[in-house]
């Protein structure tokens, strides 16, 4: 494979700070900036040890890796696109990661037939393709559990009534939320 055809992200934190992973090139792929997930990991600063994750629409995987590098129990990555999907496994291999499973499918089916409960979630689902809804809709969790959402700024998602945000921040292309889920 040459250089051109994949690209690479910096895990920022944690027992794999500075590695480099590869992920495809593929249209619509874009992984969550080094200062924004910096920002976001300080959020999350006390809830990722020992965590149950799960990283939906995980494309590159930077974040699920940035959750297993600051001692994540286990990541689930569910990643639709074959490549991508491909390249997430191979990137566990080389950083040999046993705790971390990568589900190639669609992550709407797999929350809907999959209601198990985690500690943090992470929905950043592709841009314009109108996944973030459904995937709060098919999403189940316990109180306690914090959910990270990433999405365009224009996008006005429903969010549960019993989800809290703690934290957000926005620029003009895009939305960073932290939730935490409260008895429903």
Known sequence: ?????????????GEWRSRRLRFPAIDGLRP????????????????????????????????????????????????KHPKAAIQLKENLKQLEADNAQVW???????????????????????????????????????????????HEAKLRPIFPAHWIEQKNKSTKEFCFRLFEVDEA
Request: hydrophobic share 45%; net charge negative; charged share 25%.
């Open 1 to 13: 494979m040459s250089k051109q055809s994949h690209h690479q992200l910096r895990i920022i934190g």
């Open 32 to 79: 969550t900036m080094d200062r924004v997930r910096e920002t976001v990991f300080n959020w999350l600063q006390y809830d990722i040890e020992d965590a149950r994750v799960l990283d939906a629409f995980a494309g590159s995987g930077a974040l699920g890796f940035e959750a297993l590098s600051r001692g994540a129990k286990e990541v689930i990555f569910l990643e």
């Open 104 to 150: 190639a499918g669609d992550a709407l089916l797999w929350l809907e037939q999959n209601p198990e409960p985690y500690d943090v979630v992470f929905l950043d689902p592709p841009f314009g393709k109108d996944l973030l809804q459904p995937a709060l809709d098919k999403l189940t969790l316990l109180p306690g559990a914090m959910v990270y959402v990433e």
